[in-house]
């Protein structure tokens, strides 16, 4: 016998209510149309659900055993509804965004805190990993989006990007060396500086090393770290001149100031990257319209 849902929603309403007459209310279709649906039920199952006279419907023993069964699964159903529509009204739902710390600290956080009073049902998970392992992660379905810096060479055709703002990486020094303040050096020249620099896995320094590969400058850093704020705290001490995304820092701080560099400096570029395939939940769509960025 196949399932015939119409029948069993039919049948749901009729013994819910135990009356044809609010069932067929309820289903919007004539009380003749439910009478066939019960009968054509009663004749598939090869039993009798309902004792009919003028005043009263009851249910006889085989029909209470499947309304047992029935009901459950209407609630699960009814409960599914409703949350597919406090979904898309977001008042429940989550979104999963994939970052790694600078651009989650120093571009994310007061986007994140502008949707989070907008939508406070709304639960945000962060992924901080470098921009090349958020890429992964974007493959295997782990997170809804990533913000990344580009060029990222781990972004593949089948993935959609929308470009945020251009930026440039810039190198800082703190007061404790004063002659560089008002002086223009070469990329040449930071040889004689102890230089404090991301690691080789990081999309910034891998950018850093392409640059210095043009220019056939052959650099090695006193320090490799993987957090850009480590590499400002320990420029502020004068432990060296580091190179960071100019988005990381206020430089408007007395302690720290930019270097100027003679050598024109390629600009890179933040953007939302998502799956092209897969369709973005509403909690999404929304947070990328908080951020103006569909």
């Known amino acids: 016998m196949s399932l015939n849902y119409e029948l069993y929603k039919v049948f749901y309403f009729v013994a819910k209510n135990l009356s044809f007459s609010k069932a067929a209310k309820e289903l919007y279709i004539s009380q003749s149309a439910v009478s066939q649906n019960i009968k054509n039920l009663e004749k598939e199952l090869k039993t009798r659900l309902f004792i009919r006279n003028t005043k009263e419907v009851s249910l006889t023993q085989a029909g209470e055993v499947l309304f047992e069964h029935i009901e459950p699964a209407f609630n699960l159903i009814k409960t599914g509804e409703k949350n597919i529509k406090e979904i898309n009204a977001l008042k429940r739902g989550e979104i999963h965004i994939g970052a790694n710390d600078t651009i989650a600290k120093d571009y994310l956080l007061p986007y994140l805190n502008e949707f989070h009073k907008l939508y406070p049902q709304i639960h ?114 004068g432990l060296g001149i580091a190179h960071v995304p100019q988005y990381s820092l206020n430089l408007s701080q007395n302690e720290l100031f930019k270097i100027k560099i003679k050598e024109k400096l390629p600009t890179r570029k933040l953007a939302v990257v998502r799956n092209k395939e897969l369709p973005l939940s509403k909690a999404a769509e929304r947070f990328l319209k908080v951020i103006n960025c569909f």
């Open 124 to 237: 945000i998970q962060i992924t901080n990993r470098t921009s090349s392992t958020c890429v992964e992660l974007l493959k295997q379905n782990a997170v809804d989006l990533i913000i990344s810096n580009l060029p990222n060479p781990k972004i593949t055709d089948d993935m959609l990007v929308n470009e945020i703002f251009e930026f440039e990486d810039i190198f800082i020094c703190s007061n404790q060396y004063p002659k560089l303040k008002n002086k223009k050096i070469s990329l040449h020249d930071l040889k004689n500086y102890p230089l404090l620099m991301l690691e080789e896995k990081t999309s910034t320094r891998k950018f850093f090393d392409e640059l210095l590969k043009k220019y056939n400058i052959d650099l090695k850093p006193e320090v490799e770290l993987g957090s850009v704020d480590l590499l400002i705290e320990m420029t502020k001490i």
